[in-house]
């Protein structure tokens, strides 16, 4: 709420598994006025074709460049502190640090990108639960995040195809480990 007038320490940390990405994200709904002053109507469905595209780029891109993502979060709130920004937990410390390093130095949409490390590696800790039930009397200014969600096909696709290379390589380890204990002889 308060940005950096804000009086609270807040632990900027030298190591971290996550970075925020701040204020990347330009919702459409926040920022769509036609010359005359007016809000411009943007339906809901071209609002989550908007956020998704935008989401599987960062993530893709996160994961082709740094390394794996564990988890990707964009906030939904509107005090300047929290807009439009994007939260990736590597599953590396070492990848959130040279993604930030990286980071720093480039552009998004025609805006510098600010990466930092962040203190969050618990979602579910930062998040509003009020807002998750659909309850929360402190809307967009509301210090706690409030989660954009993305589709569940979008969902499927990117954590998906991720738990498939994963349980092919589980299995493949199964199947070394049952060849070697076959080829020992065993039996005793």
Not at 30 to 45: H, K, M
Not at 99 to 126: C, K, M, Y
Request: hydrophobic share 25%.
């Amino acid at each position: 709420r308060h940005g950096d007038r804000c009086s609270r320490l807040h632990n900027k940390p030298t190591f971290s598994q996550t970075i925020a990405l701040l204020n990347i994200y330009r919702n459409p709904q926040n920022s769509s006025q036609s010359a005359d002053g007016l809000r411009c109507a943007v339906s809901d469905v071209e609002m989550q074709e908007h956020y998704d595209e935008f989401f599987e780029e960062v993530f893709t891109e996160m994961e082709e460049k740094y390394g794996e993502v564990e988890e990707m979060n964009v906030c939904d709130n509107l005090g300047d502190h929290l807009v439009g920004n994007v939260y990736v937990k590597f599953r590396r410390e070492e990848d959130a640090e040279k993604a930030v390093i990286d980071l720093n130095n480039r552009w998004f949409n025609g805006q510098p990108i600010h990466a930092e490390l962040s203190p969050v590696t618990d979602f579910r800790e930062a998040c509003c639960r009020q807002y998750e039930m659909g309850e929360c009397t402190r809307g967009g200014f509301c210090n706690f995040m409030h989660l954009k969600p993305i589709s569940r096909e979008l969902r499927r696709e990117l954590y998906g195809r991720r738990r498939k290379k994963h349980r092919s390589r589980s299995r493949s380890r199964e199947r070394r480990s049952r060849s070697r204990d076959r080829g020992r002889g065993g039996g005793g």
